[in-house]
């Protein structure tokens, strides 16, 4: 299975991103590449159009940017459970689903799913 590549500058957005919502739950997309190994995760974007709420964040897929560098969507779980919703796998976009886990302290509060629901190893690249 692919790894999942995370720049550091990514982490730190995500992490800064999760904690500034938090007791929201933050939603954003992300650029990058797909390798034959990995999923590199390059850029993170805040999509138009969306809701935060207590327990649910969307975006409207219409307002969404006709942009094939996009190659998944990362949101937070301000519960602090590591594992993604039913509606998480249902409306997944992209390749890969990240979850950032309260309390957003470092890349273990960071974990990723395909598009099966499969757990994708986590790779900080410094
Ligand atoms: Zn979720």
């Known amino acids: 299975m692919k790894k999942v590549v995370l720049k550091n500058d990514v982490l730190v957005a995500l ?4 904690k500034h919502f938090h007791p929201k739950e ?5 650029r990058g590449k797909e390798t034959k190994q990995d999923i590199v995760l390059e850029e993170v974007l805040l999509a138009p159009g969306s809701v935060y709420g207590k327990g649910f964040s969307e975006f409207r897929l219409d307002m969404l940017p006709m942009d094939f560098s996009i190659i998944g969507v990362a949101h937070s779980h301000p519960s602090g459970i590591p594992i993604p ?3 998480d796998l249902n409306n997944m976009i992209g390749r890969v689903l990240v979850i950032v886990v309260a309390p957003y302290l470092s890349e273990k509060h960071i974990v990723a799913y395909n598009s099966k629901g499969e757990p994708m190893q986590v790779i900080v690249e410094r």
Not at 15 to 18: A, D, G, N
Not at 26 to 30: D, Y
């Open 15 to 18: 992490l800064e991103i999760s």
């Open 26 to 30: 933050a939603i954003v997309l992300l």
């Open 85 to 87: 919703s039913v509606e």
